[in-house]
């Protein structure tokens, strides 16, 4: 199974703030990467898929990249409503589909 | 617009079955592949199950083969989890979710999302 890390566990930011979010693949996906935000007791939601393609509908402080094994998600000036869990997913490996364990992005 | 209702969760004993169901809408049902994926109280998102378009190709995390069964009804656009001999490693929010790319079989991005209900496991 392919092993999806990211880091850091949990960031503290404040609005407008400019944060980085980095997910690690144990092996190559290419750009079989997608990254959700979860809030408390709501599902998730797409924010980008392969890599750097935006999900529609999503603002584009949201940015996605990388390729392979390394890939960064960056807001480019956190929100209030950004304050949330986000988690990667490689889609590339027919299964399972695994997910990193999640970054909290708190005040 | 898409909708995906899930029902079926509840509070259930070990070794006990249940049947989730997750009925879509504002899209084409029989066109995209769909999956189960759970969260268990304060934890983080695990796949759990894929269905394809026809229903012929199915695939499980290996927590659930054996135990879990997913299907679907093109017809009343639904998607199934037959969830068998549970155990408390079971309890979970657990959502469906629409692929995102048509016809895929061998990729996932989970484009859209239900609610989730809620499995609990407790004598």
């Known amino acids: 199974d392919i092993q999806m890390t990211q880091s850091p566990s949990s960031v503290s930011a404040s609005v407008g703030d400019r944060v980085t979010i980095t997910c690690r693949a144990s092996?190559?996906?290419?750009?079989?990467l997608a990254w959700y935000q979860q809030k408390p007791g709501k599902a998730p939601k797409l924010l980008i898929y392969?890599?750097?393609r935006l999900q529609s509908g999503v603002p584009s402080r949201f940015s996605g990249s990388g390729s392979g094994t390394d890939f960064i998600l960056t807001i480019s000036s956190l929100q209030s409503e950004d304050f949330a869990t986000y988690y990667c997913?490689?889609?590339?490996?027919?299964?399972?589909?695994?997910f990193g364990q999640g970054t909290k992005v708190e005040i | 617009q898409v909708h995906l209702v899930e029902s079926g969760g509840g509070v259930v004993q070990p070794g006990r079955s249940l049947r989730l169901s997750c009925e879509a809408s504002?899209?084409?049902?029989?066109?995209?592949?769909m999956h189960w994926v759970r969260q268990a109280p304060g934890k983080g998102l695990e796949w759990v199950a894929f269905?394809?378009?026809?229903?012929?190709?199915?695939k499980y995390v290996d927590s659930a083969r054996g135990r879990f069964t997913i299907s679907r009804d093109n017809s009343k656009n639904t998607v199934y989890l037959h969830l068998n001999s549970l155990t408390s490693e079971d309890t979970a929010v657990y959502y469906c979710?629409?692929?995102?790319?048509?016809?895929?079989?061998?990729?996932?991005?989970?484009?859209?999302w239900g609610q989730g209900t809620l499995v609990t496991v407790s004598s």
């Open positions: 092996q190559g996906i290419g750009t079989w």
């Open positions: 504002g899209f084409s049902f029989s066109n995209y592949a």
């Open positions: 392969s890599a750097s």
């Open positions: 997913q490689q889609g590339d490996s027919f299964p399972p589909w695994t």
């Open positions: 979710a629409k692929d995102r790319f048509p016809h895929t079989d061998y990729n996932a991005v989970f484009e859209h």
């Open positions: 269905i394809s378009t026809d229903g012929n190709n199915k």
